[in-house]
């Protein structure tokens, strides 16, 4: 039953009818359209961190030329299927990031208890006959989101994926960034933005990569991507394709000047890769228009690139190399996608995420200056 009306109605927020939802430590809102996760508020003891990014044209006069996704674009958001979806797909026109992040949601729970917070939503898809389920929980003395996608009814193949967009202190270098594992990189395999049309980019086209902190760019040098905001004028992206067979893999952001380190945890059987979208003011097009400076995306998908259903469901170089880039849907198993992301408090001595591992009630972080923190996380929620 749809609780969409009186107390239940959504408040406009950075110009979005959006959900409140909050814990002790956390207030986060979701927006009715594409269900985007943002603004979402962590308290670290004495002060706040608000670590997404909300797109700075959120309260103009929405452009109907472009897709609801870019109009809405702030923070978390669940994508099915995942990419631009340029082509069509067995007849069916797929708006971009599918239409998770583009239609209306429907909350269909919302309590407050002692324990957090739960939020539910839900969406019937127009194609396919998907039904989608998202669930959003806040536990009492955690700094964490929890969120859980189910896909059920659907059949055939899909790509799908988080899309989270965090948003920086201008200073140059602020945020290091670090991943679990990969087993393959390479920068976008088609060109991700163009001159003529006012877009640049710095890396080298399909160019492959085992560090970070070496990614070839078209200069003929060579990136180090863990420092970030950095390459001031350019858009870039890239994917890594995870290590399987761990418990779970991870991704991190640590922003020791101000005090907090993002990070996000999956089940890599589940969600095979991780892209990283840097869009540091190379988009001169409207409505990006050179205003969506310092902000990374850190998407964590199963999918061949941002292309689209097309591309990751047909033979593509990823598949020809063994990796998954989608999944075949059955209509009497749901698709469920749970994937954990937060902050902890670091110190200033604290760098660049080397490693996190479980531990009793949570997980520790640990930086490649030897620094550690541990946060309070039920990893056990990834399996659930």
Not at 366 to 371: K, L, M, V
Request: hydrophobic share 40%.
């Amino acid at each position: 039953m749809s609780l969409n009306e009186g107390a239940y109605a959504p408040q406009v927020v950075a110009g979005q009818p959006s959900w409140k939802f909050q814990s002790d430590l956390v207030e986060a809102y979701v927006t009715r359209t594409a269900g985007m996760l943002a603004p979402v508020t962590f308290r670290l003891g004495e002060r706040t961190v608000q670590p997404y990014s909300i797109a700075p044209w959120a309260e103009e006069p929405r452009d109907p030329a472009n897709p609801v996704m870019i109009n809405t674009l702030r923070g978390d958001f669940f994508c099915a299927p995942f990419g631009g979806n340029d082509e069509p797909y067995d007849g069916v026109q797929y708006p971009a990031h599918g239409e998770t992040a583009n239609l209306d949601w429907t909350l269909d729970e919302l309590s407050v208890t002692s324990a957090g917070s739960v939020i539910r939503l839900s969406l019937d898809g127009q194609a396919r006959k998907a039904h989608f389920e998202k669930r959003l929980e806040l536990r009492t003395g955690q700094t964490v989101v929890y969120s859980r996608n189910k896909i059920s009814g659907a059949s055939g193949p899909m790509d799908y994926g988080h899309h989270a967009t965090l948003k920086f202190p201008g200073t140059p270098g602020c945020a290091r960034i670090s991943t679990s594992p990969f087993v393959y990189g390479q920068v976008c395999a088609k060109p991700f933005e163009l001159a003529e049309l006012g877009g640049y980019q710095s890396l080298r086209q399909a160019a492959e990569f085992t560090s970070l902190e070496r990614v070839p760019m078209i200069s003929g040098e060579f990136a180090d991507l863990t420092t970030y905001p950095a390459r001031l004028g350019f858009e870039d992206l890239l994917t890594m394709i995870n290590e399987q067979g761990s418990e779970f893999a991870w991704s991190a952001a640590a922003v020791a000047s101000h005090g907090y380190c993002w990070f996000a945890l999956k089940d890599p059987a589940v969600l095979r890769d991780t892209i990283l979208w840097l869009s540091n003011r190379g988009r001169h097009y409207a409505p990006w228009s050179s205003r969506h400076v310092s902000v990374l995306g850190i998407e964590e998908t199963t999918s061949n690139f941002h292309f689209g259903i097309a591309d990751s469901a047909n033979p593509n170089p990823l598949t020809e190399k063994g990796f998954v880039t989608s999944v075949n849907l059955d209509p009497e198993k749901p698709l469920v996608v749970n994937y954990i992301q937060g902050v902890a408090a670091i110190g200033p001595d604290f760098d660049r995420v080397a490693k996190i591992e479980r531990i009793d009630g949570g997980v520790k972080l640990t930086a490649d200056s030897g620094a550690s923190v541990t946060t309070a996380v039920d990893v056990d929620f990834l399996k659930g």
